[in-house]
């Protein structure tokens, strides 16, 4: 019995190891990564589709938005896009140097270009049609 918690122990030790020492996972598609500028502009360096989504654990539009957000980054057109999260309530400086003011905040970008902004948008196509624009 010993030597099962053992081996688990270690499993879930290999599995976090990365993140704990910092080193960022790649992302996946239909995977969200928390905004970090380090990220954020290796991808635009890329020439990824980027899109910043804004979200606060409250909002019932961004609840709406995410499952919308993962079904396009899991199509094979999508395969590209990075998706970054800010959170609204605690990453105020980002909200500033982005000029968000509300939480649902979509940001859309080609490269280093932004190309594409909404507010509060939970239409499915309507998100499609940004996100298309990062292409």
Known sequence: MKNRRHVLALAGLALTCPILLGIPAPA???E????TDAAFEAAQKAGKPVLVAVSAPWCPICRTQ?????????EPRFKDL???DIDFDSQKDLLRRLNVRM???LIAYKGATEVGRSVGETQP???EGLVEKTL
Do not use: G
């Open 103 to 105: 939480q649902s905040t």
């Open 28 to 30: 996946r598609a239909a």
């Open 32 to 35: 969200t990564l928390p905004f």
């Open 125 to 127: 196509e309507w998100i």
């Open 82 to 84: 990075q998706i970054f």
């Open 66 to 74: 995410k499952p919308i957000l993962a079904k396009l980054a899991a």
